[in-house]
T-cell receptor, first 110, second 117 residues
Framework: GQQLNQSPQSMFIQEGEDVSMNCTSS?????WLWYKQDPGEGPVLLIA???AGELTSNGRLTAQFGITRKDSFLNISASIPSDVGIYFC??????????WGLGTSLAVNP | DSGVTQTPKHLITATGQRVTLRCSPR?????VYWYQQSLDQGLQFLIQ???????AKGNILERFSAQQFPDLHSELNLSSLELGDSALYFC????????????????FGPGTRLTVL
């Protein structure tokens, strides 16, 4: 089966710090999606990437689709308390089936 | 608000019972996906329907079943419930199924929290 590694598993940072997380795989994908899940809520789509090398921003969030199509990263700049939650990467290949990472749990100390 | 609705928000029941979870997709979305998320776990894909037909199956138990109706809403039926079935159940929708064109983006509902006692 397809292996998807999301790291780090958890992060505890100070408010105002920048955050970086990534997902890597041995498989090639056509799409990389990044979601955020607040406790007890459904995941919310943050950024969608559809082209290798693509760099996309959404406010303080920036994500890139790796040039090898096997990885992606998500950066959050100047973190704030509401950034707390679990961040998931979810790539998809030709079959359009999303593969879900195990998530990066982010805690922000005000 | 994603536009995906799920009912009920919370459900408490006993072992051995059967429950039905309901999902209404975003307007215009033809695909519905069901996921299970146990405490502190990732999202486990259960099943996908596209325009009324089953399109993909994940780790769905035989005690679980789903269907999508002509108006595109979907129901997930969980029977002979066990303590380990306690989890958040999410429904998501997207415009396309696995063989169509367009984006892969899935939009999630708020979830149903099932507690089996």
């Amino acid at each position: 089966g397809q292996q998807l590694n999301q790291s780090p598993q958890s992060m505890f940072i100070q408010e105002g710090e920048d955050v970086s997380m990534n997902c890597t795989s041995s498989s090639i994908f056509n799409t990389w999606l990044w979601y955020k899940q607040d406790p007890g809520e459904g995941p919310v789509l943050l950024i969608a990437l559809y082209k290798a090398g693509e760099l996309t921003s959404n406010g303080r969030l920036t994500a890139q689709f790796g040039i090898t199509r096997k990885d992606s990263f998500l950066n959050i700049s100047a973190s704030i308390p509401s950034d707390v939650g679990i961040y998931f990467c979810a790539p998809a290949g030709n079959n359009r089936k999303l593969i879900w990472g195990l998530g990066t749990s982010l805690a922000v100390n005000p | 608000d994603s536009g995906v609705t799920q009912t009920p928000k919370h459900l408490i029941t006993a072992t051995g019972q059967r429950v039905t979870l309901r999902c209404s997709p975003r307007s215009g979305d033809l695909s519905v996906y069901w996921y299970q998320q146990s405490l502190d776990q990732g999202l486990q894909f259960l099943i996908q329907y596209y325009n009324g037909e089953e399109r993909a199956k994940g780790n769905i138990l035989e005690r679980f079943s789903a269907q999508q109706f002509p108006d595109l809403h979907s129901e997930l039926n969980l029977s002979s419930l066990e303590l380990g079935d306690s989890a958040l159940y999410f429904c998501a929708s997207s415009v396309v199924g696995p063989y169509g064109g367009g984006a892969n983006e899935q939009f999630f509902g708020p979830g149903t929290r099932l507690t089996v006692l």
